[in-house]
């Protein structure tokens, strides 16, 4: 007698898919009593897997809620529905500016948020006024990036800006500010005049009455007529300021209070507490002021540690090729 019957196999070759393997009928021959031949007994192949099926369980889909995802896919309908209003506009003749006169004038797209990052000295409200952007006013598809990163530049401390629309009614600001590390005294229109430097050397705002002036104040340097050399002279002062701001205890950027700069391009350093000029001369910045923070760190460690430094009337560092000439009430 014969049966079918349902046999679970592994997964191989034919069956890439399979995890766990797969069920395949299969015909088996069974030799009965002769008095259980003649009976018809039911034949039942699919229960094996039926039980199969209901005894094994998949795996269900997680129903997690992520407001990401669902704002991604707003907006990417959105924007599908927008586009196919171009592309049925664009066959049916004039009816594009149709379209975009809508997409411009319906509320849906109307700017209800501007979220502005990276300011510090510059109000957030001085940021959005001067971007131009009304709330409920202006459209994103009215509005130009690259126009509003231009009038945010223009803003005196704002140093750059990027402006991304962020569909549909939300306009994202990012903006760098200056960041000074020196004052640089100069003459306009025969009239002295304190300004900003940054780390570029870019002096980008004048000093008013109310603002901060805790920086070190770059002097001599307009009087330079050569440009070669103002750019030399320049670039050694940056060097100074950028040594300092690392704050050494012994030498730290706020002991320092003036860098003058004569017509060669030779530069002296004057300190806060200490009113004796510290000569750097031409060159090799770096190096000398880390000989100066070893000469005032001796200094300091002495037993009379700050009356030794106010005894001091100056300090060469460019006396002889390494050498560092400490004169001391006009003794060496």
Avoid at 257 to 278: D, Q
Wanted: net charge positive; hydrophobic share 40%.
């Amino acid at each position: 007698m014969k049966f079918s019957r349902w046999i679970k196999k592994e997964p191989g070759f034919f069956s890439p898919g399979a995890k766990e393997g797969y069920l395949s009928e299969e015909t088996v021959s069974l030799k009965l009593p002769e008095h259980l031949e003649s009976l018809d007994l039911p034949r039942k192949p699919g229960f094996r897997l039926l039980r199969f099926l209901r005894g094994s369980s998949l795996p269900k889909r997680p129903n997690v809620y992520s407001p990401v995802i669902e704002r991604k896919r707003y907006r990417k309908k959105i924007c599908v529905l927008a586009g196919l209003l171009l592309v049925l506009a664009g066959l049916w003749g004039g009816g594009q500016k149709i379209v975009e006169t809508w997409l411009r004038e319906t509320e849906f797209f109307k700017v209800t948020e501007i979220m502005i990052s990276g300011q510090d000295v510059v109000p957030r409200e001085l940021l959005q006024s001067s971007s131009g952007i009304l709330l409920h006013q202006s459209s994103l598809f009215d509005l130009d990036p690259a126009v509003v990163e231009k009038r945010l530049v223009s803003i005196p401390w704002i140093k750059r800006a990027a402006v991304k629309r962020d569909w549909p009614s939300t306009v994202r600001i990012e903006v760098i500010e200056y960041q000074p590390i020196a004052l640089v005294h100069s003459l306009k229109d025969k009239k002295p005049v304190l300004s900003y430097v940054d780390r570029d050397g870019e002096a980008f705002f004048p000093v008013r009455p109310e603002s901060r002036i805790d920086f070190p104040v770059i002097t001599g340097i307009s009087d330079v007529n050569d440009p070669d050399i103002y750019r030399s002279a320049f670039k050694e002062v940056l060097i100074l300021l950028k040594r300092a701001q690392r704050n050494n205890p012994y030498l730290p950027a706020q002991s320092l209070s003036e860098i003058h700069v004569n017509a060669k391009g030779e530069l002296t350093l004057y300190l806060v507490e200490y009113s004796f000029p510290i000569y750097f001369g031409k060159g090799q910045t770096e190096q000398k002021f880390d000989r100066l923070v070893y000469v005032l760190k001796d200094l300091y460690r002495r037993k009379n540690g700050k009356e030794s430094i106010s005894e001091v009337a100056f300090i060469n560092m460019d006396y002889f090729q390494d050498k560092v000439l400490v004169s001391n009430n006009g003794q060496d």
